[in-house]
């Protein structure tokens, strides 16, 4: 992976940003709990003194880089989708960008995995997990609304409903392709997705 960027950070913001992208990335390619703060400092150029200089323990920066990715992505996210005026085109352009394809996006379904299975296990992960799948849940919404007043979607169409169907078929898929289910693969997944926008929201719609 990277070693980073050449320049050295002039900020502890800079500094605490560049760690934990350095570690969110280990996370994706290693495992949430292969990731050593050594492996961190090394990716970094620096020393294990300063890892924990700004994160005390090795849970606190695991724990941060896991936020810190998932916050990039719905800022990504946000911003690409801001862009699309028209509602169903601007849900299609939401499905593409969940597909697991190889890169960051990949990385990002890793790490949300991992978050998933954390939270399993870990109490104190659950309250963050839950705001940001709630958050998931409201991009979808928000489009679902929207669309049913631009008259693209049926206008009996329930947000909530679609929401939380949708998120769940989504993350379903998802979990098939990432572990290699046979006869899942992306193509099959955007199907699947495009298929169900189809028959619960444009099937019928003014």
């Known amino acids: 992976m990277s070693t980073g960027t050449k320049t050295e950070p002039r900020t502890d913001e800079d500094r605490r940003a560049r760690i934990l992208d350095a570690t969110w990335q280990l996370i994706a390619e290693r495992g949430f709990h292969a990731v050593r703060i050594s492996d961190i400092a090394k990716v970094c150029g620096t020393s294990t003194g300063t890892v924990h200089y700004y994160f005390p323990g090795k849970n606190d920066v695991l724990a941060e880089a896991l936020k810190y990715c998932v916050d990039r992505a719905f800022a990504r996210q946000s911003t690409q989708l801001r862009a699309v005026h028209n509602a169903h085109e601007r849900l299609l352009k939401l499905i593409d960008m969940?597909?697991?394809?190889?890169?960051?996006?990949?990385?990002?379904?890793?790490?949300?995995?991992?978050?998933?299975?954390?939270?399993?296990?870990?109490?104190?992960?659950?309250?963050?997990?839950?705001?940001?799948?709630?958050?998931?849940?409201?991009?979808?919404?928000?489009?679902?609304?929207?669309?049913?007043?631009?008259?693209?979607?049926?206008?009996?169409?329930?947000?909530?409903?679609?929401?939380?169907?949708?998120?769940?078929?989504?993350?379903?898929?998802?979990?098939?392709?990432?572990?290699?289910?046979?006869?899942?693969?992306?193509?099959?997944?955007?199907?699947?997705?495009?298929?169900?926008?189809?028959?619960?929201?444009?099937?019928?719609?003014?």
């Open 98 to 206: 969940q597909l697991p394809r190889v890169g960051q996006v990949r990385d990002e379904w890793a790490i949300w995995l991992q978050y998933w299975a954390e939270a399993t296990i870990r109490p104190e992960f659950r309250p963050a997990h839950n705001e940001y799948y709630a958050r998931w849940q409201e991009t979808v919404r928000r489009i679902v609304q929207r669309g049913r007043r631009q008259g693209v979607f049926r206008a009996d169409a329930d947000p909530h409903v679609v929401a939380l169907r949708l998120t769940a078929l989504t993350d379903g898929a998802a979990i098939q392709v990432l572990t290699g289910v046979p006869g899942m693969t992306i193509g099959t997944m955007r199907e699947l997705l495009v298929d169900f926008v189809h028959q619960e929201l444009v099937a019928g719609a003014r």
